[in-house]
């Protein structure tokens, strides 16, 4: 049935999450919150993206900068997928030249032996703290989102001590040390089962499993790799919330990433919404998917392709508009106002 214009922001994209028909479709973009907004800008002039994540008011205010601006929907903590392995004893930085460096690389059963995940939820508890506020300033009006890394995603920058350009190691551990490898998965997915159920005593409304580098692996390596943990995370907590699955460079897994339970599932922006609207099962609901250098465009070009992802989700209900992959840096401002504009004021 179609839900009255009354609802607010979070009903209507819990609404959504469930396969009704909404007045309008709801919308939040990955990475909302950052280096495109000038405000953000300001803060980072004075702290470290570290000392912003991992301090409760500071990563309250940045995730909130953005909804001030712009009025989504949906609010999604402003946090990392590193702060997981990170509270296993594995720390993290930045490089000067751009990309993640850990502090030492899974070389190892030593290695591995040596995380813990005894204490992650204690030692993330400045995340627990901000999704508290965040319940609390948002009240009932918007909803709010917590996320994490796939066990593989995560993987890949434990493995390889950081950013990589071929994934060589983590590849070599997959498929010469297949023991070691799920060794790791499995502390790995304790860890995030752990922290996505701290996030929900902490109230968000829904949660992202970001399977950012899933692409890498094909057919039975990638169900091997990286579906069969999400599985279990995604069942793990699956009747306690809404899971959004986001799998890039992962299409040609659509009928299995359908198959996790996930009750939503997100689209990179190389795939046709439309037409993966026809084949994903009606009872799960579709977030996607504008290719996210387009708000590097111009205003009209945001409008006019933004518009074909309306259209093309036009008679399917539980459509969450985002973008296909996280907000670029030099997104701008009008650009992201004309979307919005676009989507609640479709043609």
């Known amino acids: 049935m179609t839900q009255a214009n009354s609802m607010n922001y979070r009903q209507r994209f819990l609404a959504a999450a469930n396969c009704q028909t909404v007045d309008r479709t709801p919308v939040w973009l990955m990475r909302q919150a950052g280096r495109s ?12 993206f570290l000392e912003l994540a991992q301090t409760p008011e500071l990563a309250v205010e940045v995730t909130l900068q953005p909804i001030r601006r712009f009025d989504y929907d949906a609010a999604i903590l402003f946090s990392d997928i590193l702060v997981i392995p990170e509270a296993m004893g594995q720390p993290y930085s930045f490089r000067e030249q751009g990309g993640i460096q850990m502090e030492f690389a899974i070389q190892n059963r030593a290695d591995i032996q040596k995380l813990s995940t005894e204490a992650v939820v204690d030692r993330l508890d400045y995340v627990r703290k901000a999704l508290e506020i965040l319940r609390k300033e948002l009240s009932d009006e918007r909803a709010l989102l917590g996320f994490a890394g796939s066990p593989w995603t995560l993987g890949t920058y434990m493995i390889e001590g950081g950013s990589s350009n071929d994934y060589r190691l983590v ?26 159920k701290m996030q929900i005593e902490a109230g968000v409304d829904a949660v992202q499993l970001f399977d950012s580098w899933g692409g890498i692996l094909k057919g039975k390596d990638y169900h091997e790799g990286s ?53 994903i099962p009606a009872n799960i609901a579709i977030q996607g998917n504008l290719d996210p250098m387009i708000l590097n465009d111009s205003p009209e070009t945001t409008r006019i392709e933004a518009q074909k992802i309306l259209d093309g989700m036009r008679d399917r209900p539980g459509h969450i508009f985002n973008l296909g992959h996280g907000i670029d840096k ?10 919005l504009d676009t989507i609640r004021n479709p043609s």
């Open 37 to 48: 907004l000038p405000e953000y800008r300001a803060l980072k002039e004075k702290y470290s």
């Open 171 to 196: 590849l070599d551990m997959f498929n010469s040390n297949r023991a070691d490898f799920e060794l790791l998965m499995e502390k790995v997915t304790d860890a995030l089962i752990a922290y996505f």
């Open 227 to 279: 579906l069969k943990w999400m599985r279990k995370i995604i069942d793990a907590i699956k009747d306690d919330i809404p899971v959004i699955l986001f799998a890039k460079g992962c299409a040609d897994e659509m009928t299995a990433l359908c198959d996790t339970g996930a009750q939503i599932i997100g689209l990179d922006w190389t795939v046709d919404i439309g037409a993966m609207g026809k084949t």
């Open 330 to 339: 030099d997104a701008k401002l009008d650009c992201v106002e004309a979307l």
